[in-house]
């Protein structure tokens, strides 16, 4: 099969070259990927910047969201059967969407939502399951709660803004000048231009912060929340119980509580609290995304989608932190 592949870290690094067909366990489903998408996930694990959380070896072949057909089935597989239309975020240990097969455990699959194309099935997994662990699992956002998304016309915040909405909540944003009106018609709230306004100067007693940038706009969101507010960050930094739960080494852990010391005990000081979240595979859970989507609660957002002889392309793209919405790469 064809794949783009690593076979060290580093930010030009990939290539698409014939790979071994992926084994097929007993729990496992073989689907042939029709669509993938681009996540800035991606590039950092290129780049080796969670190698101590993902410790890939090599060859890699990257690549977490996935639309496609099943083509057969494991010898414990009740779920699905050869023919049916599927989606998923494949396990973290077992990423490789960027090729034309991929074999993941049935836990994590999910029939495809009947009214979405496969490109735009392939645009919701990765950034659907982070929504929905924010703001359902961590924060358990309320009707009537006050929550602030960045970022709001990235891949996560266009969905975690549709999210919220349906979940009853009032929501603030930020994003650039030229997309202020195509975030309001998402369904946010308050929608603060970063390039003429500073959110932390607008916005006051806020329930819930949805980080997803650095650590600047970590440290002032604290200030806009109320007390026993709720700061859940996924783009770091990690903290020890977030170590503990994926059984890291007791050293990963020691580096990742002296990372996440500062803001931490700054929450403390604030009488608010400060979690890490870091998306994990879940078929059950994208099966009630698919209801959603169904329902026509959330949408896929594409900015633009990619061949996949354009992988390099696509990634490239990305990291330029310009995209609205998701990437696509089409496979079949």
Request: glycine fraction near 8%; charged fraction near 20%; aromatic fraction near 6%.
């Amino acid at each position: 099969m064809k794949a783009f592949s690593i076979d060290r870290y580093g930010k030009k690094n990939g290539r698409i070259s014939e790979m071994p067909a992926p084994e097929v366990g007993a729990h496992d489903v073989l689907v042939q990927v029709h669509a993938t998408s681009v996540n800035l996930l991606d590039a950092k694990i290129r780049t080796g910047e969670f190698k101590l959380i993902l410790p890939y070896s090599f060859p890699l072949i990257l690549g977490n969201d996935l639309a496609g057909v099943v083509v057969r089935v494991g010898a414990s597989v009740r779920r699905f059967k050869p023919g049916d239309e599927v989606y998923a975020r494949p396990p973290q240990a077992r990423i490789g969407t960027f090729a034309e097969l991929i074999a993941v455990d049935e836990n994590a699959l999910a029939l495809k939502p009947e009214n979405l194309s496969m490109e735009e099935a392939a645009a919701l997994p990765l950034v659907a399951l982070t929504a929905w662990q924010v703001l359902v699992d961590s924060a358990r956002l309320k009707q009537g709660q006050k929550v602030f998304i960045q970022a709001g016309s990235g891949g996560v915040g266009s969905v975690a803004i549709q999210l919220a909405k349906h979940l009853g909540a009032f929501v603030a944003t930020t994003t650039s000048t030229a997309n202020v009106e195509w975030v309001k018609a998402l369904g946010a709230d308050v929608v603060i231009d970063y390039k003429t306004q500073k959110f932390e100067q607008v916005l006051q007693d806020y329930d819930v912060v949805l980080n997803s940038l650095g650590a600047d706009e970590l440290e002032k969101s604290l200030t806009i929340l109320k007390p026993e507010g709720q700061l859940i960050s996924i783009s770091g930094p990690p903290t020890p119980a977030f170590a503990q739960a994926q059984k890291l080494p007791w050293v990963v852990g020691l580096v990742m509580r002296l990372l996440s010391s500062g803001i931490r005990r700054k929450a403390r000081n604030k009488k608010v609290s400060y979690a890490f979240v870091f998306m994990r595979a879940s078929g059950t859970q994208l099966d009630k995304i698919t209801a959603l989507v169904e329902s026509g609660s959330i949408k896929p957002v594409i900015d633009r989608t990619f061949t996949f002889d354009s992988t390099a392309d696509a990634l490239s793209y990305v990291e330029q932190g310009r995209s609205k919405g998701k990437v696509i790469i089409k496979v079949k």
